[in-house]
Every structure is written in C-alpha cells, then in structure tokens.
C-alpha cells in the first residue's frame, strides 16, 4: 500500500516558487516526512525532512499541516537546475527502520 | 572521497552472463544500501549493511544476487546468470551511522545495466 500520494507532474516557471504537494493521510506520530529529488542520469538526492513543525534549509521548506496529513515542499526560486522527480517519502523514526520507500514521484519541469 | 562512488558507470551483459557491480562508500560510513531502480520507476530497496554484517537481503529478488562487504567499506553486488528482466539502474547509498531519523543517506550516479 502506498503511504503517499504526489501528483504525477507539474510545471513552474523559472525564478517563481515551485509547490509541490503531497498526501500521507495514514502518517503515525512516529513517522517523518522526508523529500528526495532525482535529476535525469543521477541517484535520489536528500533535500529536507520533517516531523510536525515547518523546517526550512538552503534548499527549500517543508510545509506540514496541523493534523499531519498532508505536507508541501516549496522550492522558494526555482532554477531549470531544478528540473527533477521529486520523491515525498513516510519513515519511521524508529532506529530499526532503515528502509526508503520510494513511490511514483512527481515529475517537475522549470521552464524558462 | 567526496561521494559515493559506483562502477562501472554502464554495464551491457549478455543473457546467462555474471556481472559484478561495485560500491565506495564515502570514508567512515557505517551503513551501505543497495537498490534497484526499473526505468521508469523510483528505486526498490534490496539489501542493507551495516559494516561488514548483511543485516537484511529481502529485497534481493532472486537467489542469483549476491552482496558482499567483507571489510566493511567496499562492497560488490554480483548478479549470476544475468537475465533480461535484471536490467535496471543500480544504486548504491551510504550513511554514517544508524540514520535514526537524521539527515539522509547519499546515494552514488548508479551503474545502469543492460542484459541484452
């Protein structure tokens, strides 16, 4: 069973704040929120993770809401180096789960 | 080094030949990840290490996958008798230590193979 949901693509244009959603309605208070992205002919890259407060790093923020069912990665000025997949993923923070449990991803195209 | 560093960076074998995929961790990390990513596909996990011990192989799909990390840094995937449907990219990620919950694991380029 898949434990997110992202939409299968979207477009954003460059310089302007890339949103990209993502559903994890069966999340338990022992779960994370991680973000990874894949560029074309490269491995996942960590972008940012999160458990139940906003975090926000060099790269992007991470938005959670209050009930945890849902989160958004915003890239705040998007650069067609951005161009990637962009994997949200729901991990135990228990010492034992080790496993990434990537789903399908959501393909993001920065256009000029 | 600076990175995970994986080769051979591509890999064409011939049905019924044996490959042997290999993985440097970056210097000190403790835990090594292989996975498997079809085209297409976000990346399956298949085997995990934690310095030389091979703490989980569920994930290897068939008894012709094998990994090894004799020595706790360097580790090597071996495929025996290559089949077509074992064409996919190859990834390997390590991490420093346990990884409860931190930063994230650094994944290498992949080797992507091709079993023609």
Not at chain 2, 17 to 28: T, Y
Not at chain 2, 65 to 92: H, M, N, W
Request: aromatic share 10%; proline share 4%; net charge positive.
């Amino acid at each position: 069973d898949a434990k997110t949901t992202q939409p299968t693509s979207m477009d954003c244009a460059e310089g302007r704040a890339a949103n990209l959603p993502c559903n994890h309605s069966t999340i338990s208070g022992n779960e994370y929120v991680y973000w990874y992205r894949q560029i074309h002919s490269q491995g996942p890259q960590y972008i940012i993770h999160g458990l139940k407060n906003n975090e926000t790093n060099e790269m992007a923020s991470l938005i959670i809401t209050e009930d945890r069912k849902s989160s958004t990665l915003i890239l705040p000025h998007a650069t067609l180096r951005d161009t990637a997949m962009y994997y949200c993923i729901v991990r135990s923070r228990l010492s034992n789960d080790y496993k990434l449990s990537f789903g399908a991803g959501t393909t993001v195209t920065v256009r000029a | 080094g600076a990175g995970v560093s994986q080769s051979p960076r591509y890999k064409v074998a011939k049905r019924g030949q044996d490959v042997a995929l290999r993985c440097d961790p970056i210097s000190g990390h403790v835990s090594l990840f292989w996975y498997q990513q079809a085209l297409g596909q976000g990346p399956e996990f298949l085997t995990y290490f934690q310095n030389e011990a091979q703490l989980d192989k569920s994930g290897l799909p068939s008894d012709r996958f094998f990994a090894e990390r004799p020595e706790g840094s360097v580790s090597t995937l071996k495929i025996q008798r290559t089949q077509q449907e074992d064409s996919a990219v190859y990834l390997c990620a390590s991490s420093l230590g346990r990884d409860r919950g931190s930063s994230g694991y650094t994944f290498g380029s992949g080797t992507r193979l091709t079993v023609v």
